[in-house]
């Protein structure tokens, strides 16, 4: 499956790659072909299977985990809690989904700057867009970050709509950056380096009172 917001990018590529190889030369259009097929690649939709334990959060991204930092306070969770930051490169899956059922109770996107993605600053700096999800158990934020090559956020969700655990709702476009912050009842379960796949990945666990 190939996401919708793909398609104008791998038609024009295409469209290139048929002119130039028709009205110059053959090997002229190779290299708009091949960027068609990188597009299909970026812009892919996979299946996942999502844990259903509702103890359980999942990863909101597929990438590689560049730090787990604890925080004193968030404004939405209103806690201590803990960030986890997944860097997604060029050749991940760029779609984002829940890491938990919920219903979205704050929204805020900032316009910023487009570092790389991979710099500790970007949080704080680069164009982002956050979440606030709240269920019974917890409250959690998740925010798309956009990177150097990341120039477009795309979000297909709003205030109040409820979200499966797992369940897509937005994508950045061509390298990024997504943060997970979550309370402190919830033990981490990924470690600086680790591979996540998103909604399949488990990266927290809320703790039980013994």
């Not at 190779?30 to 334990?53: E, G, K, S």
């Not at 803990?82 to 899956?93: A, G, H, Q």
């Not at 993605?117 to 269920?135: L, T």
């Not at 919830?186 to 990266?203: L, Q, S, Y």
Request: hydrophobic share 45%; aromatic share 10%; glycine share 8%.
């Amino acid at each position: 499956m190939i996401l919708r917001e793909g398609y104008p990018f791998i038609l024009a590529a295409v469209i290139i790659a048929v002119i130039l190889g028709v009205a110059v030369n053959p090997y002229w259009g190779v290299a708009p072909f091949v960027l068609a097929c990188y597009f299909a690649y970026f812009f892919r939709n996979p299946q996942r299977t999502i844990p259903q334990d509702e103890s359980l959060l999942v990863s909101p991204a597929d990438g590689r985990v560049m730090e787990v930092v604890p925080l004193e306070d968030d404004d939405f969770v209103k806690e201590p809690c803990n960030k986890v930051v997944i860097f997604l490169s060029v050749f991940d899956v760029h779609i984002n989904r829940s890491p938990i059922e919920g219903e979205i109770k704050c929204q805020q996107y900032v316009c910023g700057r487009f570092k790389p993605a991979y710099k500790d600053s970007v949080g704080f700096e680069n164009e982002r867009h956050m979440i606030g999800i709240e269920n019974e158990h917890l409250r959690i934020t998740v925010t798309q970050i956009a990177g150097i090559l990341a120039r477009r956020i795309v979000s297909w969700v709003t205030l109040d709509d409820v979200l499966q655990k797992g369940e897509r709702y937005g994508l950045i476009r061509f390298g990024s950056c997504t943060e997970v912050v979550m309370p402190r009842n919830v033990e981490v379960t990924v470690k600086k380096g680790d591979k996540v796949v998103g909604g399949e990945t488990i990266i927290g666990r809320i703790k039980t009172n013994v």
